[in-house]
């Protein structure tokens, strides 16, 4: 490339940065629309409508919260990996987007060719909860119960290769016992029959069951990942019975894929501001959930990461509990 052809993409460059940091300036220039793709009343839908709020206020504009629930978050990524790249429609993911390559040989989009990472959220306690009329108070004793009445005990999750799924089929698999798993669409009609009576257990985020642990519609077991809560310190972890076991939620927002880098980059700053809010931190302590360390997960290109690891974590996962792609 000669001296006069180099200082032509130069310009174009810079014309094509200035055109983009421009645009960046004028976002957003319309509503916008975060698609949860789960259920109303979930953990996800919550934060959501948390972000959504805060965004809203700090871009000045309308933004609203769309749930599209199904196919363990494949309706709802759908739509988003199909929507303009212009930041004006997100999606607020978790670890159902990461299983889903392990449990369905087609899915119509890439999860990582077809998403451009904006923030990381953050990461939330999993519990063990069952019904009241589960004749267990702890790990061991569920497992007894499990083992003397096999098949009697039937786990409920938010979808088919979602997180709850394999907890509960590594809950299974590490007891020893025949537990049942069952697939509802999001977390709420799955509480919903757990309280009735329908389902006799749950692994699902803290953030969607406190209020019925809360009000005796619920009995808490353990925590579902390896450490103790500070809210309840005297509830043990089921790695206490079942060493190694450890499992838990994340949130994080993504946007369609071309989503030019400067709004990317603006909505990371936006979330991230969100984060450090006080109001939001107590929010986040008093329904189980933290924000990501910085330095981990803080950029646009740190949660990418993130991402990748978390979709090779559960690869290996489902292939060591023999689950194939169909």
């Given at each position: ?9 130069i310009?174009a ?9 421009a ?11 975060i ?14 409508r ?6 809203g ?8 919260v769309e749930?599209k629930?199904g ?10 990996a ?5 930041g004006?429609?997100?999606?607020l993911?978790?670890?159902?987007f990461v299983?889903n ?5 087609k899915?119509?989009?890439d999860?990582?060719k077809?998403f451009?990472?904006?923030?990381f959220v ?6 063990l909860?069952?019904?009241p ?15 003397a ?8 999750n ?7 799924h394999l907890?509960?089929v590594m ?11 069952i697939?509802?669409k999001?977390a709420a009609p799955a ?8 389902i ?8 969607a069951?406190?209020?019925?642990i ?9 925590m579902?990942n ?8 005297k509830?043990?972890t089921?790695?206490?019975a079942?060493?190694?076991?450890d499992?838990?939620l994340?949130?994080?927002?993504m946007?369609?894929?071309?989503t ?9 700053q936006?979330i991230?501001?969100?984060?450090a809010e ?25 949660f990418?990461?993130?991402i990748q690891?978390?979709i090779?974590s559960?690869?290996r996962?489902a292939r060591?509990?023999?689950?194939k792609?169909?």
């Open positions: 490339m000669n001296r006069r052809d180099s200082l032509t993409a310009a460059l810079a014309t094509s940065w200035g055109a983009s940091s645009f960046a300036q004028d976002y957003p220039s319309k509503q916008i629309r698609i949860s793709p789960y259920g109303a009343g979930g953990g996800n839908d919550t934060i959501s948390l972000l959504a709020n805060r965004l206020v700090l871009f000045n504009q309308r933004v609203i749930n629930p196919g363990n978050t494949i309706i709802g990524n759908e739509t988003v199909k929507a303009a790249p212009d004006h429609t997100l999606i993911n978790g670890n159902g299983t390559p392990s449990f369905y040989a899915i119509p989009f999860p990582v077809d451009a990472p904006v923030a953050a990461f939330t306690q999993l519990v909860v069952a019904n009329a589960v004749p267990a108070n702890n790990v061991r004793e569920l497992i007894a119960l499990a083992k009445k096999a098949g009697a005990l039937n786990f409920g938010t979808g088919q290769g979602g997180p709850e907890a509960s809950f299974g698999q590490m007891a020893g016992a025949e537990v049942g798993t697939p509802y999001g509480i919903t029959d757990l309280i009735g009576g329908q006799q257990l749950m692994i699902t985020a803290m953030a069951v406190q209020p019925y809360q009000n005796g519609q619920l009995k808490l077991i353990a579902a390896n450490a103790r809560s500070p809210q309840y310190p509830v043990p089921i790695a206490e079942l060493p190694g076991f499992t838990s994340w949130y994080g927002m946007a369609p894929a071309g030019p880098e400067p709004i990317v980059r603006k909505l990371n936006a991230n501001q969100i984060l006080k109001e939001v931190l107590d929010t986040f302590t008093a329904r189980g959930l933290f924000p990501g360390k910085p330095e981990v997960v803080g950029t646009p290109e740190l990418g990461a993130f690891s978390e090779a559960t690869t996962i060591a509990a023999g689950i792609p169909e």
